[in-house]
Each structure stands twice: as C-alpha cells, then as structure tokens.
C-alpha cells in the first residue's frame, strides 16, 4: 500500500486502549531486533484480549526468506503463552517512514483478531492509526 493510500485510512480519533504504553514496548523491543542486512529495525507490542502485552522484534537471515517479522514473532511469544485473541497492536521502526506490516505478517494477524487495531509508528513520531480490516480488506480463510 502506497503511503497515499495509507493516508486516506489515518484515524484522527485515538483508539480506547493504553495507546502510550503500547507504543513505548514495541520501540523498547526494537532495540533488541537483528537487521544487518536492511538496518531497518522494526519492534511489535501486540494487546491481548486479557489485557496483556507481548512484544516481537525482527530477525533478519542471510537466506532473507528465512527472515522473521516483528509482527509475526509477537504473535508468537503470545501465542506460547496461551493467548488467542487480541485488541491492537503498534509497529514501531527505525526509520523516519510509516512501514505498514507485510502481507504474511497481515495473515497471520488475521487468523487471531479480524478486528485489530494498529498503531504504525516512525521514528520521527509520525503515528498513524488504522485496521487489520482496511489493511487487508478480505484474507484468506478456510
């Protein structure tokens, strides 16, 4: 999605959750992430139904299709700690652009929480705020 198009889907109106605290995890846990190749590094804060937050960070590889996002590895963490269902999460990145989540990584979403909010975050501080749903319209389902 080009960031003209992301730009018609920016919620002025804050979500209803703890938008702060989810934010400061997921750049807290974008410190720790592994990316010597793209030395782009990206962390996740993903808020569980329960109230909780689990956090991911990005795993670059060599072989780059083995590469982990942070998105996918916070869904992870939560999953292993027996959540299923989940509120919002925020992306945070080390650049100064807004870097919406992959195609893989929206799937994966999709398959715990339709309704998901996000909170895409630069480093500059550009927030913006959108949906699983107006990211990806229509996923994959059996």
Same mark, same amino acid.
């Given at each position: 999605m080009?960031s003209k198009n /992301?730009k018609? $889907?920016? *919620?002025?109106? *804050?979500?209803d959750?703890?938008?702060?605290a /989810?934010?400061k995890a997921?750049?807290?846990i974008? +410190?720790?992430?592994y990316? @010597?190749y793209?030395? &782009?590094?990206?962390?996740a804060a993903?808020? !569980? !139904?329960k109230? +909780?937050?689990?956090?991911g960070?990005n795993?670059?590889?060599a072989?780059?299709?083995l #590469?982990?996002?942070?998105? =996918?590895?916070a &869904?992870?963490?939560?999953v292993?700690?027996g959540? =299923?269902?989940?509120k919002?999460i925020?992306?945070?990145?080390? #650049?100064? +652009?807004?870097?919406?989540p992959?195609g893989a990584? =929206? $799937?994966?979403?999709?398959?715990? !929480?339709?309704g998901? +909010?996000? /909170?895409?975050? !630069?480093?500059?501080g550009?927030?913006?705020r #959108?949906?699983l749903?107006? /990211?990806? @319209?229509?996923?994959?389902s059996l």
């Amino acid at each position: 999605m080009d960031s003209k198009n /992301l730009k018609n $889907q920016i *919620r002025t109106d *804050r979500f209803d959750f703890d938008e702060e605290a /989810l934010i400061k995890a997921a750049k807290k846990i974008m +410190k720790e992430a592994y990316a @010597p190749y793209s030395k &782009v590094k990206v962390g996740a804060a993903i808020l !569980s !139904s329960k109230g +909780k937050i689990h956090v991911g960070c990005n795993i670059e590889n060599a072989s780059y299709g083995l #590469t982990v996002c942070a998105e =996918r590895v916070a &869904v992870g963490c939560a999953v292993s700690h027996g959540e =299923r269902e989940f509120k919002a999460i925020a992306i945070a990145n080390s #650049t100064d +652009k807004i870097i919406t989540p992959c195609g893989a990584c =929206r $799937q994966v979403l999709s398959e715990f !929480s339709k309704g998901l +909010k996000i /909170l895409l975050v !630069s480093a500059g501080g550009e927030i913006v705020r #959108t949906t699983l749903a107006q /990211l990806l @319209p229509d996923p994959f389902s059996l």
